[in-house]
């Protein structure tokens, strides 16, 4: 069992920056990879950023240069730092853990947190 736990979406202006946090738990040496995924209104769900244990970072085109993805160790926390929002990165994000390291931008992941809201006012 892994379990993904996430906190800090808020309501934020345009133009700000956010930072969210994943913790993970469970049997995390499973674990090879995370990522991040947003799903807004009426579009289909959307994955942002990836990240393998040993450091490899990849980000969708829509977020590359504002967001980034991290991960403490010792904390076990996932992060997302997202600055310069804009009023298009409203959704609900989600955490990811999967085994493989393979297609971090895809929907393929074992584990899904439950979600926070993100909501960036113009």
């Known amino acids: 069992q892994v379990q993904l736990v996430e906190s800090g979406g808020a309501l934020v202006q345009a133009g700000g920056s956010l930072r969210l946090s994943c913790l993970v738990s469970?049997?995390?040496?499973?674990?090879?990879?995370m990522g991040w995924h947003r799903q807004a209104p009426g579009k289909r769900r959307e994955a942002i950023a990836g990240?393998?244990?040993?450091?490899?970072?990849t980000y969708a085109d829509s977020v590359k240069g504002r967001f980034t993805i991290s991960y403490d160790n010792a904390e076990k926390t996932v992060y997302l730092q997202m600055d310069t929002l804009n009023p298009e990165d409203t959704a609900v994000y989600y955490c990811?853990?999967?085994?493989?390291?393979?297609?971090?931008?895809?929907?393929?992941?074992?584990?899904w947190g439950q979600g926070t809201q993100v909501t960036v006012s113009s």
């Open positions: 990811a853990a999967k085994k493989s390291t393979m297609f971090l931008l895809s929907a393929n992941y074992d584990y």
């Open positions: 469970g049997d995390i040496f499973s674990i090879n990879a």
């Open positions: 990240r393998t244990t040993g450091g490899r970072t």
